[in-house]
């Protein structure tokens, strides 16, 4: 396989992941903001510009920080990449270049996503908002699902790595954020507005459920961080996506003989965070165990585009 088709079908995974994940977080801001206890306002939106790691790019756009604004930017705004719409499009130019790589079902779930933003110029309120993020989530479980159909070869293995890559950098984000930015001054450490944005954090990840099932002693921040971090049972926790990470750039091997820095960065965080116990990560300090998880992850991205050769 070409650098080029190679680094295209990673990108793809990439966008497409960091596309449904904003979708996400939108829905589940707004969710916070309009439907919980008390009104989370400003704070809560920005946590989101935050966690979607574009807060100056918004400051410098000179909006305000309001739903209407704050949504507008994260779903329509091509002037940055981290909005949804900037995500697909990124994504559907990558598919393009590898066109005779994918297969028909996932062609037509990233174009069908592409088509809901082209052309529209404005989002008008919380219906309107929540059916575009609806819409976004759709298609990127249906390219999901097409990808797991798809023959199991590089073309897969590079566009779930890319993925894996993604969605820990997007589950370290959300996590550090939560845990330093969202709750609002003067808010009580496990009162109503706290349990609702952890709430709100297991919405965005879609792991409410799987939280219940784990865990019988309530909500407890305690509870959701080790879910998140240490508990390979849930997609989108940093050890699925870790383990995830290992086994594709394995198979990538095995296939293409390639296999250099990237295979031994990936196999030695696995092994780090399979020893880590998500307490001693809390009484060590949180934020500079995920601002040290997110630096090594683009580390590790890094050198997989110097092993394939990426350009």
């Known amino acids: ?23 996400r977080l ?23 510009l935050a966690v979607s790691d574009t807060e100056a790019a918004f400051v410098a756009s000179g909006a305000a920080l309001t739903q209407t604004d704050v949504v507008r930017f994260l779903t329509l705004d091509k002037s940055h990449p981290g909005s949804v719409a900037r995500c697909l499009g990124r994504a559907r130019d990558n598919a393009r270049a590898v066109r005779t790589a994918l297969t028909r079902e996932s062609w037509t779930a990233i174009n069908r996503a592409w088509l809901v933003f082209e052309n529209r110029t404005n989002v008008d309120g919380t219906s309107t908002t929540l059916m575009l993020v609806d819409a976004v989530k759709n298609e990127a479980r249906s390219f999901e699902g097409a990808v797991h159909r798809m023959l199991r070869n590089q073309s897969t293995w590079f566009i779930r790595l890319g993925q894996a890559v993604e969605r820990a950098d997007n589950t370290a984000r959300l996590l550090d954020v939560k845990y330093h930015i969202l709750l609002p001054e003067g808010e009580q450490v496990g009162g109503v507005v706290d349990r609702d944005q952890w709430t709100t954090i297991l919405q965005t990840v879609s792991a409410v459920t799987a939280y219940r099932w784990m865990y019988n002693d309530g909500l407890l921040p305690a509870n959701v961080i080790d879910l998140l971090i240490a508990r390979s049972e849930l997609p989108r926790s940093l050890a699925a996506s870790v383990e995830e990470t290992v086994e594709l750039l394995g198979l990538l091997a095995k296939r293409t003989g390639t296999h250099g820095e990237a295979d031994r960065m990936a196999r030695m965080r696995s092994a780090r965070l399979g020893r880590t116990r998500s307490g001693e990560v809390i009484a060590s300090g949180l934020h500079q165990y995920l601002e040290a998880f997110i630096r090594e992850n683009d580390q590790l991205h890094g050198a997989i585009g110097r092993q394939f050769k990426f350009h």
């Open 1 to 23: 396989m070409l650098s080029r088709t190679a680094a295209s079908l990673y990108w793809l995974g990439r966008y497409i992941e960091r596309a449904d994940f904003i979708a």
């Open 26 to 48: 939108i829905e589940a801001t707004v969710r916070l903001d309009v439907m919980s206890s008390r009104p989370a306002g400003e704070a809560a939106w920005q946590s989101a």
